[in-house]
């Protein structure tokens, strides 16, 4: 797969890091946006659509655009925070998930990603990620962000922020997705009549 150049239509270094470490063979940068609409969409592929057709009228000449939501979807809680993720309770999300399972036996949740790329042409290619795993009693690890020093994924015993980042550029859901995304447009791009 040649080099691709894409806008993230996000404001968040943190994913842009994550997405650029597992999508070598692009280069990224966060699309310059005052804000970006609400959102309001039912599922986090709606979320990355609309994120990335907004992102693709502030980019520039050939380049793409990718569009990301993701979010953590815990049982005991009936899949929440889910779409609510990034705004569940500010910078006390983790406390307060701790808090929303205090006392309970039923610690199992994924992380799910949702990529959605638009090429200049407007063809749209989608990838999907999810990494299942329970939520820990106490936080641990000092690196990641988000949810990640509560999190412990399946066949782990420690958390994604103690597996640290080179861990989560290899099997995080973003980077699930990430490859998700890579074999649509590459196979794509490989099918007869592509360009």
Request: charge should be negative; aromatic fraction near 6%; glycine fraction near 12%.
């Amino acid at each position: 797969m040649t080099t691709l150049t894409a806008g993230l239509a996000s404001q968040n270094a943190h994913k842009l890091r994550e997405l650029q470490a597992a999508l070598p063979d692009w280069k990224l940068r966060l699309l310059p946006a005052a804000s970006y609409p609400p959102e309001t969409g039912e599922t986090h592929a709606e979320n990355a659509r609309a994120k990335a057709r907004f992102g693709h009228g502030l980019a520039t000449g050939d380049e793409w655009v990718l569009g990301e939501d993701s979010g953590l979807e815990v049982e005991a809680l009936d899949g929440g925070p889910g779409l609510k993720s990034a705004r569940w309770a500010g910078d006390e999300h983790v406390s307060r998930l701790l808090e929303a399972l205090n006392g309970s036996q039923e610690r199992a949740a994924r992380y799910v990603c949702e990529l959605i790329a638009i090429a200049p042409d407007g063809t749209e290619f989608r990838g999907r990620g999810e990494l299942s795993g329970r939520i820990a009693v106490e936080p641990s690890g000092g690196e990641g962000f988000g949810f990640d020093p509560i999190f412990v994924p399946d066949g782990e015993s420690r958390t994604v922020a103690e597996l640290g980042d080179e861990w989560k550029t290899r099997k995080s859901h973003r980077a699930r997705a990430a490859r998700a995304l890579v074999g649509a447009v590459s196979a794509a791009q490989a099918s007869p009549g592509a360009s």
